[in-house]
């Protein structure tokens, strides 16, 4: 009997040996490093996959295939798969899916934030340090057989943006950054006068007047029974801007929360006051707020200069009936200031990353097509498109944009004059323009300090008491909820072990049938023993 237990603990011992090696390569498998090779094969075909964001914009749409057929009329070896989504969310949870089982696409457009969690796997993203200074086929290499830009050429505030952990994970795309879209006419109706560059103490003060109401109850400045006289789009951007205008602390690079303190308190104490009185609102809580400010039921719209083609009473794209719409002057602005000696707004825009393969050719063909969508071409016409600037002085500076800047109103479509506007105020701020740090977790801490805002309004309007136990109450439950480590980066390090791993492989389930087998027939063959033992025990 020992010598049958012996072979099947051996036997046991090289299933469990094996099942180790097929399992331990199910999963977020980490890749090998990219290595540069020695040259482009272009006797080879590739086919790769390019994953973009656009706003639902057909025109975008457009330009993306024409880049890519543009491209591939250049590389015939080299084919590009489009897939297009209309939420850069979906973009970050769907690589994060596919990480784990080394699905994820050649070219992304995302955000650096997005980057930093995308870099929990391992050599899941291209440090592209090497292939920006690659002579041949770098930024600017001579190899390329197209005219791209120089490192020199990329605006090197846009560029930083994409530097974190000591090297350069993405490139930029396009720039953007927000605006305040405001109802001139409305502003004056009240009596006051739109100022160059707009305070915190104006906008709270106007939109506080904007609240009087006629006998009927009605609003006086619209003769509505609806008007939010600010509508904020993205209140992460809204708190993060605040803070930094205020000096105050957000977090640092390393990842150290430190939003929760005392100049955060007063922001929210003064959110809560004006959305008590109805003046302040929303995009998530009320509308959107161009269709707010285009029906005239918003004075104050803040959002991305990205977005204003849908600004104002002849906005291009506008998305509400036309018997709702009001006819009004529309002024643009920065966003709200605390100093106006020294204005600061957020940088914001899509940036393109790389993901690594097994196939370091393969790698080399997705920069390749990364780069041409920094050309000249394709930077200027998606510009053209939204308040975007192209992320490269050399876009900037060429005589087809320039012109296009010079014709600014000349038409109603693609030199809309509140697009041209929203496109000059960044391109004459953008040393103002700044960034949070990124780190890993940097995405979730993000969404929490917009978070502070629309829970702090959302109380208000339900009658709730914002008090000093509110607040200590809110910062818990912020802090559980998006699982943040105030003594460094996010909880959200573990992302990618989180995700579902998907089915196993045919071979491992069969190993671990076996193993159950294995286990059952040692049971058997032990029992059986005892029981004989047993037995002849009876008989002595």
């Keep these: 009997m020992m010598k049958l237990q012996k072979k099947l603990a051996l036997c046991l011992a090289f299933v469990l040996l094996a099942l180790t090696g097929l399992t331990g390569c199910h999963g977020a498998r980490g890749l090998e490093p990219f290595r540069m090779p020695g040259e482009f094969d272009a006797d080879r075909t590739y086919e790769i996959t390019f994953w973009a964001k656009n706003d639902t914009n057909r025109t975008q749409v457009d330009i993306y295939h024409k880049a890519i057929a543009d491209f591939e009329e250049l590389y015939p070896n080299i084919k590009v798969n489009l897939r297009l989504y209309t939420d850069y969310g979906r973009i970050y949870n769907d690589v994060i899916t596919n990480i784990a089982t080394n699905t994820t696409p050649n070219v992304c457009i995302t955000y650096p ?76 109706k009240l009596g006051y006068e739109v100022p160059d560059v707009l305070t915190w103490d104006f906008i709270w003060e106007v939109a506080e007047a904007a609240m009087e ?29 605040m803070l930094k205008q205020k000096g105050a602390e957000y977090s640092d690079a390393a990842g150290k929360i430190g939003i929760f303190n005392d100049t ?26 161009a269709n707010m ?31 709702t719409l009001v006819k009004f002057e529309t002024a643009v602005r920065t966003i709200p200031q605390y100093d106006t000696e020294q204005p600061l707004m957020i940088s914001q825009g899509p940036s393109i990353c790389v993901f690594n393969k097994a196939d370091d050719q393969e790698v080399l063909a997705s920069w390749l097509f990364a780069q041409f969508l920094l050309t000249n071409d394709v930077q200027i016409a998606y510009a053209g498109t939204e308040g975007y600037v192209p992320v490269t002085t050399k876009a900037q500076e060429s005589a087809e944009y320039q012109d296009y800047l010079a014709r600014a109103g000349e038409d109603g479509e693609h030199h809309y004059i509140v697009k041209m506007q929203a496109t000059e105020l960044l391109l004459n701020n953008i040393e103002n323009t700044f960034v949070t740090p990124v780190f890993n977790g940097s995405a979730s801490l993000r969404d ?17 008491t914002v008090d000093d136990s509110y607040m200590e109450k809110l910062y818990k439950n912020v802090i559980s909820l998006y699982r943040l480590n105030l003594d460094g980066a996010s909880q959200e390090s573990d992302a990618v072990g989180r995700k579902d791993l998907g089915p196993l492989p045919a071979t491992s389930k069969a190993l671990l049938l076996t193993l159950a087998g294995v286990w059952f027939l040692m049971g058997i063959y032990v029992l059986r023993g005892v029981l004989k033992k047993k037995s002849l025990e009876k008989k002595q």
């Design 264 to 289: 955060t308190e007063e922001i929210l104490y003064t959110v809560a006051e004006h959305a008590g009185t109805g003046a302040f609102s929303t995009f998530k809580i009320s509308s959107y707020p």
């Design 448 to 464: 929490a300090a917009g978070q502070l805002i629309e829970n702090v309004t959302k109380s208000v309007r339900r009658g709730e």
């Design 213 to 241: 109401k006629d006998a009927s109850g009605k609003f006086k400045v619209n003769g509505k029974e609806v008007l939010i006289p600010i509508v904020y789009k993205s209140t992460d951007n809204m708190m993060i801007s």
């Design 293 to 323: 400010l285009n029906a005239g039921e918003c004075i104050f719209a803040i959002d991305s200069t990205a977005g204003a083609t849908w600004m104002g009473s002849d906005a291009p794209l506008i998305d509400i009936a036309e018997e």
């Design 113 to 188: 934030d997005h980057v930093a969690t995308y870099l929990t796997g391992v050599n899941t993203v291209v440090p592209l340090d090497d292939l920006f200074t690659d002579s041949r086929y770098g930024l600017g290499g001579s190899e390329l057989k197209f005219d791209g830009p120089a490192q020199s050429e990329i605006v090197g505030k846009f560029l930083e943006e994409c530097s974190f952990d000591g090297h350069y994970y993405a490139i930029p795309y396009m720039r953007s950054t927000e605006a305040c879209y405001i109802n001139k006419t409305y502003v004056e």
